[in-house]
């Protein structure tokens, strides 16, 4: 039984229209649906994007900005690195320590 909640923040707005998703089939995965119900579907129209869609991928970072956050990224990645192999070496030298 469903029931109709309704929410003080519900603006009423559809973030993704989930009404055409169906279930994926068990044995033949990546054979698109229109090719297993044998009816094609009519596309759907191409949505008009502005020109300031993506917004985030316009943030103009300049090359000496990018080279920063990813050595920072890289700086990050490799004490976590660094971490796991001192863990794994201090259980290989708990081991040779007691066999």
């Not at 080279?67 to 192999?85: C, D, E, N, P, S």
Request: glycine residues 10%; charged residues 25%.
């Amino acid at each position: 039984m469903k029931k109709n909640r309704i929410y003080d923040d519900d603006d009423g707005r559809t973030i993704a229209d989930m009404s055409d998703i169906g279930r994926q089939p068990l044995f033949l995965p990546r054979l698109p649906e229109n090719r297993r119900r044998g009816a094609a579907r009519p596309a759907a129209p191409a949505p008009k994007t502005p020109e300031n869609d993506r917004p985030w991928e316009q943030t103009g970072l300049t090359k000496e900005e990018r080279l920063w956050y990813t050595l920072g990224a890289l700086k990050a990645a490799l004490l976590i690195a660094l971490a796991f192999i001192g863990g794994l070496g201090l259980i290989v030298l708990l081991f040779a320590l007691a066999g």
